[in-house]
């Protein structure tokens, strides 16, 4: 796909958080060129969050920021490679939760609310433990991660408004439950993130293989699916 020919989304090429910015912003652009309308809500999310993670990086609240830089120019690379072998379609992997989220916002089978959650259920389940993994995070990093949390909270209300804002989001009805579904995000974010660490933890003591801990957001990802919202 020519969306992909820009060498901006190359895993070489993102080097921090703020390639990982770049990225996302190219994305926003691109996303709907390649029939995933409906993935924007979930990309203009994450590019919220990574930005407000930026401004806390540059202001000095992190512990340990060169792990951030790493952390976050890997995690970006693994929305990105799984949405570029999905385009593609040459029998290139997929992560099963990936590949479910994607699905459904191409065929317009879920909300722009639950193609949200399907996208922060396989990025954070999914990739999270493995890009923790791949940068050998540690407990000293413990801190930092959970720090995270508190700004990924301001982001999900910042976020829902402006996708209210251009009625992406939500119907007329269901804008009576914003702040529900505010919540809702912010506590499903918390729970996943924290499941993504025990994973990690997991994987590196050897108790769990990362199929099954791809599978096991795929499930999540199919209970998702029969959610009411």
Known sequence: MSIFRDKHYDRDHLNGIKDAEKA????????????LTKLVNFNHTYLIITQNVKSHRTNGEFEHPEFLERFDALFVSFYIEALKNHIQQKYLYVPPAWEFAFRAAEKGRAS?????????????NNDIPQVLYET?????HLNDYFFVNGIIKDSID????????????????????????KVLMFLLILVFRRLAWRNYRLMRKGKVQRYRMELRAKRTAQFILLLPI
């Open 24 to 35: 996302l912003k190219r994305l926003q652009k691109d996303i709907p060129a390649a029939s």
């Open 112 to 124: 722009p609310l639950k193609c949200l959650v399907l996208g922060v259920n396989a990025h954070v």
């Open 136 to 140: 050998d995070a540690d407990g000293i």
């Open 158 to 181: 910042q976020a829902i408004d402006e996708l209210d804002d251009n009625r992406q989001l939500l119907n007329p009805k269901k804008r009576l439950f914003k702040p529900f579904y």
